[in-house]
């Protein structure tokens, strides 16, 4: 599928499907569920883009500087060290990712204004129980690309 254009800005800009590893997948519901009742955040890093064909390689769980169950703020100095160690290794944030307490794994108005990374995915992790998975019972995961304050689904392939 090819990706959007100025022309059609609606287009899905890739990719349609990414794995997210299980031991990742954990570590962030394990991540949200230790910050309740406040939203959780953080970074998955990657060896490249996930449009680039890139892939997950792990976790890196930050602080809410907002300390708060409506909204994520990523800790300044987290974001700091992140960002120096990506660029330092050759790596990138493959996915920002935070948690909805008690909404869907769906960005929300403020998360799309806020989604300064348009390289990156958005991962959303939602702990209410009316959006856990129907097999596992486990808190819904949901990947999101957002350009241009447009916003495309991301099938989570099974890992």
């Not at 022309?7 to 910050?35: F, Y």
């Not at 009742?37 to 930050?62: F, K, S, Y």
């Not at 990138?92 to 929300?108: G, N, T, Y």
């Not at 702990?127 to 447009?150: F, K, M, Q, S, Y």
Request: glycine share 8%; hydrophobic share 40%; proline share 9%.
């Amino acid at each position: 599928m090819t990706g959007a254009t100025a022309a059609d800005p609606t287009r899905h800009p890739g990719p349609v499907e990414v794995e997210i590893p299980a031991a990742i997948r954990a570590a962030i519901v394990a991540h949200a569920r230790a910050e309740q009742p406040n939203e959780a955040c953080g970074v998955i890093v990657g060896d490249r883009p996930a449009a680039a064909g890139g892939r997950a390689l792990r976790w890196e769980p930050t602080r809410n500087r907002a300390a708060s169950p409506f909204r994520y703020e990523i800790d300044s100095d987290d974001l700091l060290r992140l960002t120096i160690a990506t660029d330092d290794a050759d790596t990138v944030f493959w996915a920002i990712v935070h948690s909805h307490v008690a909404s869907p794994a769906r960005p929300s108005p403020t998360d799309i204004g806020l989604a300064f990374y348009p390289d990156a995915l958005y991962v959303l992790v939602s702990l209410h129980p009316g959006e856990a998975d129907p097999a596992t019972g486990e808190p819904g995961l949901r990947a999101w690309r957002i350009v241009d304050g447009t916003v495309h689904e991301i099938t989570i392939a099974g890992g």
